[in-house]
């Protein structure tokens, strides 16, 4: 962990990769690129009943869906007691009836959660990629068995890795065409949705660019101009 003035990072032992980052002055802010491409997975369901994820880091991003969706039950699986014992410092909100924090594995949680989730977020990253037991068939085929009938799935893979390839073809093996990729600005990561069902086709992009009644103004603000890049991935040229 390094602190700065107005920042607050988390980084591998040994590596100069940042897992996450949290301004001071604003703890909720999504300050990675690709954080707030994972938050995409509103303009496809802005108002998920369940959301788990697999990978704490800082919490940027659980942190945000216990803020701006208070309607959400959140779960988040993570393998690593030290990153756990680093919540505080990063202002992850404490567990209650609808937020969690699980010491667990991300691979056995996933496996063990029956098909009550609206969406799965994948963020796990060992330094050098997705671990390998997040890189199986298996894997995914147990992502796709835990989602609902209309569920998203939404994975951070880091384009440099030696895993890359290999979990986007299982992706493509389980989701088949409803599965689509989105590169975030420095070319480092690429967030991949995929759908349980057929939500991605019945759903009008430009309609879901409006703010939704219920999300507050200032989370609006963060996500509109990532959600704008989402859009032109999907528009046809």
Known sequence: MHQTRDTLTLQFAGSAAIQSSMSTLNPLALTLDYTRMMMGFLLFDPDPAR??????????????????????VIDVA????????????FKVPPDDARFQVRLADGREYVVQTPPTVDVLLIDAFD?????????????????HACLTANGILVVN??????????????LREQFGATLFEVLDDDMTNSVVFACK?????????????????????DAWRQLMPTFK?????????
């Open 51 to 72: 959301i788990v994820m697999i990978g704490l880091g800082g919490g940027a991003v659980p942190k945000f869906c216990h803020r701006y969706l208070p309607d959400a």
């Open 127 to 143: 330094g050098l990629g997705m671990p390998p037991d997040l890189c199986t068939a298996a894997f995914f085929e147990a992502c």
């Open 157 to 170: 893979l880091h384009l440099e890795s030696d895993t890359y390839a290999i979990c986007l073809d299982h």
């Open 197 to 217: 069902g057929s939500r991605f086709e019945g759903t009008d992009l430009r309609q879901a660019l409006r703010k939704p009644p219920r999300m507050a103004k």
């Open 78 to 89: 993570e393998i690593d007691p030290d990153v756990i014992a680093l919540r505080d410092a």
């Open 229 to 237: 890049v989402i859009e032109a991935t999907l528009t046809p040229r």
